[in-house]
């Protein structure tokens, strides 16, 4: 009987982290002026920010393949690779820079240092922003349920809903990941982070 109160116990410590969400953006309302990214005037365009070594980011590009194909045509989207100072060249270029590569209508960007990312505020990996083609923000968060979450979420229903409605009832979710950069250890170097306690 001990043993199954202990994989309770395990259970409910992993499902914990699994739902504790990371920093979601300040996102700027408007698209900022300083930014080089390029932004599609006749369209909407999705912008991500991923940490490349995130592994529970994988359903984050999951989930960004789906909506992608389901409004096919009608978005855009560029996900930003963030990659911090003093990493080995092509640290950035893991299984999901090649996963995002292949999406179509998805365009791939290192963005050394998050400076890219930092216009836009973002701080957890998995972060996902929607601006119209007017470039005014219409959703700010996460398109996954929790942490590592293949399937349905109230980001992606409220991403689509927008593409297809122009509203949604929740512009804002919460993210969940990895911090993008943490200047505190080398984890985000290494590619040792996202373990559960």
């Given at each position: ?12 410590v ?10 979601a ?40 393949s789906?909506?992608m ?30 996963s ?33 083609k ?9 398109i ?54």
């Open positions: 009987m001990m043993w199954a109160g202990a994989i309770s116990a395990g259970m409910s992993l499902w914990g982290y699994e739902a504790k969400a990371g920093k953006a300040d996102a700027p309302v408007q698209w900022p002026i300083k930014s080089n990214l390029e932004r599609p005037t006749n369209r909407a365009l999705l912008l991500v920010a991923i940490h490349p070594h995130c592994p529970c980011s994988r359903a984050a590009i999951g989930e960004l789906r909506l194909t389901r409004h096919a045509g009608h978005v855009r989207a560029q996900v930003l690779f963030v990659k911090p100072i003093g990493v080995p060249i092509d640290w950035e270029k893991t299984d999901l820079w090649q995002a590569s292949v999406i179509p209508g998805v365009q791939v960007k290192c963005d050394p240092n998050g400076e890219e990312a930092a216009l836009f505020n973002a701080a957890t990996s998995g972060q996902t922003m929607l601006y119209g007017d470039g005014k923000l219409l959703f700010s968060g996460g996954t349920a929790a942490r590592g979450h293949f399937g349905d979420s109230t980001g992606q229903a409220a991403i689509s809903s927008l593409l297809t409605n122009e509203s949604a009832e929740y512009p804002y979710t919460p993210v969940y990941g990895c911090p993008l950069l943490d200047d505190e250890s080398d984890h985000n170097k290494q590619g040792h982070i996202c373990k559960a306690p």
